[in-house]
């Protein structure tokens, strides 16, 4: 069951529905365009803000479905952390894309709304906090990303799930490595900034 749970959220999470909105809202290759990430940002640039935001919910809602889906399966606390963290792999390493996805913010969102909701009011604080003093999207992610583990283990999250929050926080700052060098270099682009 464990492992029909994690498949199951792994297959939820790598869901391409930044891919399928841009090519609707403007058939816009997002390889080509941006980062060349799928994800809502990358979206943004390319398709608008409406599109934009509409990928981030939905990206939101599979990372929640993921975990709440291998819950039904399995149902145990473990399985819900391991769950969460394979919808963020699954968005960002997507079995159908030859594993180029985007870089996992969102559905971190909605994974941990579910696993340690307490956590994520500060978290997504500290998102929109570093976004507008810096207006780079990727410095806000990271922000949001380092201080997710901290916040779920002071707000009495169980070990599995800040362990899966660590990984996930991870992972995601792992991807925002090529913007962090663009940031250090002034290249990368900020917030409102035309492609």
């Not at 362990?163 to 925002?176: K, N, V």
């Amino acid at each position: 069951m464990l492992v029909l749970a994690v498949c199951a959220a792994y297959l939820i999470g790598s869901i391409p529905f930044a891919l399928l909105l841009a090519k609707q809202w403007g058939g816009h290759d997002l390889h080509r365009i941006g980062s060349g990430n799928i994800g809502a940002a990358n979206v943004l640039r390319a398709s608008g803000v409406r599109a934009g935001v509409v990928v981030a919910i939905l990206d939101i809602a599979k990372g929640s479905a993921g975990v709440l889906v291998a819950g039904r399966i399995a149902g145990a606390d473990q399985v819900g952390a391991l769950a969460g963290l394979a919808a963020v792999v699954g968005h960002i390493y997507p079995v159908w894309l030859k594993c180029r996805g985007g870089k996992g913010v969102a559905t971190a969102c909605g994974v941990f709304t579910v696993l340690a909701p307490l956590s994520l009011p500060l978290a997504m604080l500290a998102f929109f906090v570093a976004t507008w003093a810096t207006r780079y999207i990727s410095v806000g992610s990271v922000m949001a990303s380092l201080v997710l583990p901290p916040v779920a283990y002071v707000t009495g999250s169980t070990g599995a799930v800040v362990a899966s929050a660590c990984a996930s926080a991870t992972l995601i700052i792992f991807r925002h490595r090529s913007n962090l060098m663009r940031v250090r270099v002034g290249t990368e682009r900020r917030v409102g900034a035309r492609p």
